[in-house]
């Protein structure tokens, strides 16, 4: 993904620094990847836009067969942006109010996961009273109490965590959907993000699949979680596919993939300000920082990162900082390595999920804009950076 320098540094001379970049092939590989794992089964994919919502992303990975999975109203305008098929959209949110409910199903999505029974609830009042001639198909998210065995803000399956309804409970969720009139298509279950061992799955899915026979029902939408190459293992896709899919594969499976289709896909490209010694510390000052790539700072992330440019002769320990007023703004700590020099190039990988999706205005700094390489190396800007009157939009 990097090896192309010249590439880099052309768009980095014609669109500036911080700049994040997005290789299509890459997209397409993964995309590959998830189809051949779940190449024997009834299987319909969507892609969780949380990780990365620029609208020309969705149309690629649209085009390659996956649906879109939404958590809010501003995901479901940039999917509209995209593309025009409402039907292939999954609503999924622990917090949904009415008003957007209402907004939700005049757009005529295709499915919506239910998060709670008191959200059950206001679906049957809002149906009671409905003329919508076509509704979503509704699924009960299941909170297994499964350890996805990841960082504790992207676990999701346990008990203690805000998502889904406990299994105890799933029996009376029944009963009242088929009091209130919502018919209940199937279950849903999510553990977490950033999953590298399949055993959690397998817990996860043993949980599920018990309940779809127990209430004779036939589709189970698996969530994602399949984790990728940061400084974790990999998810062994082939032990995946034997030892998984055998508990799945009575069921149609429905999916909700981000991280794993674009997280390999992209770089956050940055350059070397200075050189800063204080007394035995050294950092790396670069233009960009948590502001944009805020992982490392939120879930002590690791970037593998790449020198493009010059450096020094021998290794010394560094860390390379953002422009931040904040302590906390590190993009990597503790490296022994080379040193840049003023000028060089960073590229920190694996940060086409979660980085530009998580960017803010922090610190007054405008959002970096991305760039799309195609398989022809042909490059594509499709989102401009931002100036400064963009901060203050909307302010008299």
């Not at 969530?223 to 009575?250: C, P, Q, R, T």
Request: aromatic share 12%.
């Amino acid at each position: 993904m990097m090896s192309n320098f010249s590439l880099i540094n052309f768009i980095a001379s014609k669109f500036g620094t911080p700049v994040y970049i997005y290789w299509e092939e890459i997209i397409k590989k993964q995309v590959k990847k998830v189809f051949d794992v779940f190449s024997e089964v009834d299987f319909h994919p969507t892609f969780a836009v949380k990780a990365n919502s620029n609208p020309e992303l969705l149309k690629l990975i649209r085009r390659y067969g996956f649906g879109m999975e939404v958590a809010s109203l501003g995901e479901l305008y940039g999917v509209r942006k995209a593309y025009e098929k409402p039907g292939n959209i999954i609503w999924n949110s622990n917090g949904k109010t009415l008003d957007e409910m209402k907004i939700f199903l005049n757009s005529k999505i295709g499915k919506v996961n239910i998060d709670s029974l008191e959200e059950l609830t206001d679906w049957g009042k809002l149906l009671s009273g409905s003329s919508v001639s076509k509704l979503p198909k509704f699924y009960l998210r299941i909170n297994p109490d499964v350890d996805g065995n990841t960082h504790k803000y992207i676990s999701t399956g346990l008990k203690i965590h805000k998502f889904g309804i406990p299994i105890g409970s799933i029996s009376f969720g029944i009963k009242m959907s088929k009091k209130i009139g919502v018919e209940i298509s199937g279950f849903h279950i999510h553990i977490g993000s950033q999953i590298t061992k399949i055993e959690p799955f397998i817990r996860a899915f043993e949980k599920v699949t018990r309940l779809l026979k127990k209430y004779e029902l036939s589709e189970v939408n698996i969530g994602g979680g399949w984790g990728i190459s940061y400084d974790e293992d990999l998810l062994d896709l082939e032990a995946y596919k034997n030892k998984v899919l055998s508990i799945l594969k009575d069921y149609k499976i429905i999916a909700e993939f981000g991280r794993f289709i674009v997280g390999e896909a992209g770089i956050y490209l940055v350059r070397v300000i200075r050189i800063k010694k204080s007394g035995d510390q050294v950092f790396v000052v670069v233009d960009g920082g948590m502001n944009h790539l805020l992982r490392p700072a939120l879930y002590g992330a690791k970037h593998p990162f790449r020198i493009i440019g010059e450096s020094s002769s021998s290794k010394t320990k560094y860390n390379i900082v953002g422009p931040i007023c904040e302590s906390g703004d590190v993009l990597y700590n503790d490296v022994f390595d080379f040193v840049p020099k003023e000028g060089s190039l960073i590229a920190f990988a694996a940060s086409g999920a979660y980085g530009f999706s998580m960017a803010n205005h922090y610190n007054g700094y405008p959002l970096p804009p991305e760039v799309l390489i195609r398989p022809d190396n042909t490059v594509k800007l499709i989102r401009r950076r931002e100036n400064f009157k963009d901060l203050y939009k909307g302010v008299k």
